[in-house]
C-alpha cells in the first residue's frame, strides 16, 4: 500500500503537470475545471467519512473535537451537498 503523503505528492504533481503548460487562457480554463472537479470529489469524500463516524456512533461534538473543527462546521458538512457547486 502506498503512503497517504506520497499519494498526495502524486496527485499534486499531476494537477502541475495540466496546468503548467500552455497558453494563459487554456490554463485558466483547465485550473477552472480541475478545481471545479478537485472540490466535489472532496467534499463527498469528507461527507461521507464524516457521515461514517456518526453512523458509526461517534457524536457530533466528538467528532468535530477529533477533527480540530468546530461543532457547526461538522452540522454544514453533514448537511453539505456535493454535487452543488462550490461557492467562488
Do not use: C, H, N, Y
Not at 490554463?27 to 463516524?53: C, D, F, G, I
Not at 453512523?55 to 454544514?76: H, K, P, Y
Amino acid at each position: 500500500m502506498t503512503d497517504p503523503e506520497e499519494e498526495v505528492q502524486r496527485v499534486l504533481e499531476a494537477i502541475d503537470a495540466l496546468v503548467e503548460s500552455g497558453p494563459p487562457l487554456d490554463r485558466a480554463k483547465r485550473s477552472a475545471e480541475v478545481m471545479t472537479a478537485v472540490q466535489t470529489r472532496m467534499r463527498r469524500a469528507r461527507r461521507q467519512a464524516v457521515q461514517e463516524l456518526k453512523d458509526g456512533g461517534m457524536t457530533l461534538r466528538e467528532i468535530a473535537a477529533e477533527l480540530g473543527i468546530s461543532f457547526g462546521r461538522v452540522r454544514q458538512i453533514l448537511a453539505d451537498d456535493p454535487d452543488k457547486p462550490a461557492p467562488e
